[in-house]
């Protein structure tokens, strides 16, 4: 899913210049150092969440899995969003 969410950024951020990157963290590395620097900053995110993820269950049983399973939906609609962005269904 994370993959899915670069591809869609990138597709994006290629088309044309009404598609930009609203995450002002995400903005500056993309600026920094292109889409290299954007994979580093959403993989480094990644697994950030995954140890939190791992912390958390260990300590509250179940949280780690809901941390989780939202981390996924909310990447599912950003992909989602972009897509349809990207098809031109949104405007």
Partial sequence: MSFADLLTTY???RTG???YEANPVAL???RRWNILGMTLFKFSLV???IALSEVI???RPGWGRILLLA???AT???VV???RLYVGFEN
Avoid: I, K, N, P
Wanted: charged share 10%.
């Fill in 11 to 13: 597709l994006l951020l």
């Fill in 47 to 49: 697994g950030l969440v």
């Fill in 17 to 19: 210049s009404q598609f």
């Fill in 81 to 83: 969003r972009g897509l």
């Fill in 71 to 73: 981390a996924c939906g």
């Fill in 28 to 30: 500056w590395f993309f």
């Fill in 76 to 78: 599912g609609y950003v």
């Fill in 57 to 59: 269950e260990r300590s």
